[in-house]
Every structure is written in C-alpha cells, then in structure tokens.
T-cell receptor, first 115, second 110 residues
Framework: KAGVTQTPRYLIKTRGQQVTLSCSPISGHRSVSWYQQTPGQGLQFLFEYFSETQRNKGNFPGRFSGRQFSNSRSEMNVSTLELGDSALYLC??????????????FGEGSRLTVL | GENVGLHLPTLSVQEGDNSIINCAYSNSASDYFIWYKQESGKGPQFIID?????DKRQGQRVTVLLNKTVKHLSLQIAATQPGDSAVYFCAEILGTALIFGKGTTLSVSS
C-alpha cells in the first residue's frame, strides 16, 4: 500500500511569493491534515479536511489556506511568503480522525525555504 | 499555548538499556494521548496510544503509562536498539487536531 506522498519535497522561494504544496493520502483515507514543523515552534497543526470540507483550523494567519479534492488529494497554499514561513510542511492522512483515532500516517514533508 | 510538553529535550542511552521518555500535560480534560517517533528526514510515525480510562498500555517493546493525578505520561522502550534513535513526541487530540509536545531526542549508542 503506497504511503502519503507529498510534492515537491524541497523548494526555495523569495519573500512575497506564494507556494502550493500537494499531498496524496493513502488510498481509502478521507481525512487529510497539514502540520508545520520548525525548530522553534515544533509541530503545529494547520488544518484538517474531510470529504472536501475543512473541519478544523489551527492558529495561523489567513495567508495559509488549503483545500481537498473529491479524490481526497489535498493542497495547501501560502501567499505573500515571509522568512518565518520556512519550515517542513507535513501532510498526514487517516481513515477518519473524527472517529477519535490518533493514528495518522505522515508523508515525508515538503521543505520550504524562504529567502 | 501548548497543552502538552516534555521534561527533557535529549536522552542518551546504551544499546540494550531501557529508555523512559516523559511528557507532562496541563489540560485535565485531556482524555486521549498518542506517542509518535520521527526519524531524521522522515515524517512522524505512530507508536502507541492510550485513553484516559487506562493507566497502562503495552505494545511491542513499548509501554505507555498514564498518571492522571499528576497529569503525566511516559513512554518506556525496552532493550533500546540503535534503530530507536529518533525524536519522540507525545500528543493529545483536540477536536480533529493533534497537539504535539516539543519532543525528546533519543540517542542510542552501541
């Protein structure tokens, strides 16, 4: 069974630009979550989607957005990039986190560097 | 602020020793905790979970203990191996989000 696939794995952007990251969940998984990981703040929840609907959102500015498609694939977008947005962005999928399972399956992440 | 935290940022052990990684939480209403392992260059990997109606749960070479009185949980790894070297996070569920602690880096030497 293929794992969670994230693209691109690495990217470099400059301040003010925008970026779109993609995530393909494990087949059959309908919940997709996004997390930001930095050395200073650790792992922080961005948002969670289920059946194309955002069910939960973390404490991030509106520059961070996401969406989920009918095939459960998800994208997240960061607009007007700032230096502090440099981070590893992790996508995770589960069959349904609403069922109160903490077992998420993470991808290897997209490492974004903002110059 | 964060609900979940860890006592020590690093832990070094010898191969074959038992490892204990600790985590404290502040929200008395928290009722479900999870441990994740993150190896270098990879995403976090689920290890084990425990609900508040349990004090202890065992997996393969791992045991999680939950002390609700002092709001503390720990992950015990038996016969630690070099492959156990990683960063370990405890987490709790808030709605449909996982709230992670800062993490403990476990280093295993042969």
């Amino acid at each position: 069974k293929a794992g969670v696939t994230q693209t691109p794995r690495y990217l470099i952007k400059t301040r003010g630009q925008q970026v779109t990251l993609s995530c393909s969940p494990i087949s059959g998984h309908r919940s997709v979550s996004w997390y930001q990981q930095t050395p200073g703040q650790g792992l922080q929840f961005l948002f969670e989607y289920f059946s194309e609907t955002q069910r939960n959102k973390g404490n991030f500015p509106g520059r961070f957005s996401g969406r989920q498609f009918s095939n459960s694939r998800s994208e997240m977008n960061v607009s007007t990039l700032e230096l502090g947005d440099s981070a590893l962005y992790l996508c995770a999928s589960s069959f349904d986190l609403g069922g109160r399972t903490g077992e998420l399956f993470f991808g290897e992440g997209s490492r974004l560097t903002v110059l | 602020g964060e609900n979940v935290g860890l006592h020590l940022p690093t832990l070094s052990v010898q191969e074959g020793d038992n490892s204990i990684i600790n985590c404290a939480y502040s929200n008395s209403a928290s009722d479900y905790f999870i441990w994740y392992k993150q190896e270098s260059g990879k995403g976090p990997q689920f290890i084990i979970d425990i609900r508040s109606n349990m004090d202890k749960r065992q997996g393969q070479r791992v045991t999680v203990l939950l002390n609700k009185t002092v709001k503390h949980l720990s992950l015990q790894i038996a016969a630690t191996q070099p492959g156990d070297s990683a960063v370990y996070f405890c987490a709790e569920i808030l709605g449909t989000a996982l709230i992670f602690g800062k993490g403990t880096t476990l280093s295993v030497s042969s």
